[in-house]
């Protein structure tokens, strides 16, 4: 179970703050990825990396960013143009490249901006 | 890109009854199906997947069956628990994975 982190698990920040989530994975998978949960809505693919110093747009990218410096490590930024930011945040990993493997979750961070 | 559609958004069953949960998706080259259990709480968690050269899996009380025609995919929960409760996804993937708004299932004792 403590093959992927994420800290803190919750987070509190005031609007027009910058904002930056931490995952860490010790499992040596190349894949890591970065969801948006809100209810009823499921899981969104904000950013996803299948490399080290490489990394893609999901499809809710905007008002986000990551980096992918270390293979352990995708943090993510939740900028002050990110419109809607209060949500449910949770990252995961994956061994292959592509996404037809098993994704091991993050125990998430909730985040609420006031 | 790919769209995942699920069914029902909320499932009431007695203790011991079936459960069955759908999902449609609309790329044809997807080629991977997992679906992740997720408890009140905590981290979505893969209870079962198929590949798209598999029409069936089972696994124990569980399965999941596909129709690559049809482009549609079910899972099936036998002799339902209270410990089934839960928000179950079902996902497609190719290069990367969508998944469906999840089904909230209540197993009531």
């Known amino acids: 179970d403590g093959g992927i982190t994420q800290s803190p698990k919750y987070l509190f920040r005031k609007e027009g703050q910058n904002v930056t989530l931490s995952c860490e994975q010790n499992l040596n998978h190349d894949a890591m990825y970065w969801y948006r949960q809100d209810p009823g809505q499921g899981l969104r693919l904000i950013y996803y990396s299948q490399i080290v110093n490489d990394f893609q747009k999901g499809d809710i990218a905007e008002g986000y960013s990551v980096s992918r410096e270390k293979k352990e490590s995708f943090p993510l930024t939740v900028t002050s143009a990110q419109k809607n930011p209060t949500a449910f945040y949770l990252c995961a990993s994956s061994s292959g490249v592509g996404a037809t493997y098993e994704q091991y979750f993050g125990p998430g961070t909730r985040l609420t901006v006031t | 890109g790919e769209n995942v559609e699920q069914h029902p958004s909320t499932l009431s069953v007695q203790e011991g009854d079936s459960a069955v949960i759908k999902c449609t998706y609309s790329d044809s080259a997807s080629n991977y199906f997992p679906w992740y259990k997720q408890e009140l709480g905590k981290r979505p968690q893969l209870i079962i997947d198929i590949r798209s050269n598999v029409g069936e899996k089972k696994d124990q009380r569980i399965a999941v069956t596909l129709n690559k025609t049809a482009k549609h995919f079910s899972l099936h929960i036998t002799e339902t628990q209270p410990e089934d409760s839960a928000v179950y996804f079902c996902?497609?993937?190719?290069?990367?994975?969508?998944f469906g708004a999840g089904t909230r299932l209540t197993v009531k004792p």
């Open positions: 996902a497609a993937s190719t290069n990367d994975m969508r």
